[in-house]
């Protein structure tokens, strides 16, 4: 079975200073890793994605992630943050071979709240 | 543009009263999915597609029905809706086949329904 804790409900962070959202993971196989953002009123949008290789991976509108197998962990992060990133945030796993299907399993989701 | 479309985006209706929420996509992706959202508990899956008459159950199917006729509809129908299925309802799709099982999944802006 796979699973994913986002251990924060919400992240309060000044414009300019760096952000950290957590993801910790539980796979028996080796994980495919994602991060989506969803704004209010639609769906989610695909942010980044760790498959294979270099343990920092770079996505979009400036955010990164770092995985880390010794502690099952895929951090987003931003050296920067901007108010326009205030959105709610999901981590998401797939468990790779022991996957049936494209499932997709989410964490509980982490509110960012970027202030002027 | 490529993308999920889902019909209606809210709805307010009673118990007892059968209602479908429509999802197409224009990828051509053999993978469709139903997703539920609550507050702290992420997105939980319902049911998922892996390609035409080729249906299953996710997490939480209990009260859920689906079909796939064609490859782009995959519509979610609740007979008898009750209140504890009120929620935010996310449809999503992507490719099959290991080959695709590091892309991400499309999802749709989400269906709004209120049970009463």
Not at chain 1, 77 to 96: E, G, M, N, T
Not at chain 2, 44 to 58: A, C, H, L, P
């Amino acid at each position: 079975a796979q699973s994913v804790a986002q251990p924060e409900d919400q992240v309060n962070v000044a414009e300019g200073n760096p952000l950290t959202v957590k993801c910790t993971y539980s796979v028996s196989g080796n994980p495919y890793l994602f991060w989506y953002v969803q704004y209010p009123n639609r769906g989610l949008q695909f942010l980044l994605k760790y498959i294979t290789g270099d343990n920092l991976v770079k996505g979009s509108y400036g955010f990164e992630a770092e995985f880390n197998k010794s502690q099952t962990s895929f951090h987003l992060k931003k050296p920067s943050a901007l108010v326009s990133d205030s959105a709610l945030y999901f981590c998401a796993v797939r468990d790779i071979p022991n996957n049936a299907g494209n499932m997709l399993t989410f964490g509980g989701g982490t509110r960012l709240m970027v202030k002027p | 543009e490529a993308q999920v479309t889902q019909n209606p985006r809210y709805l307010i209706t009673v118990t007892g009263k059968k209602l479908t929420v429509t999802c197409s996509q224009n990828m051509n992706h053999e993978y469709m999915s139903w997703y539920r959202q609550d507050p702290g508990l992420g997105l939980r899956q319902i049911y998922y597609s892996m390609n035409v008459e080729v249906t299953d159950k996710g997490d939480v199917p209990e009260g859920y029905k689906v079909s796939r006729k064609e490859k782009r509809n995959f519509p979610l129908i609740l007979e008898s809706p009750s209140p504890n299925q009120t929620s935010l309802y996310f449809c999503a799709s992507s490719l099959v086949g290991r080959q695709n099982s590091n892309q991400p999944q499309h999802f749709g802006d989400g269906t709004r329904l209120s049970i009463l």
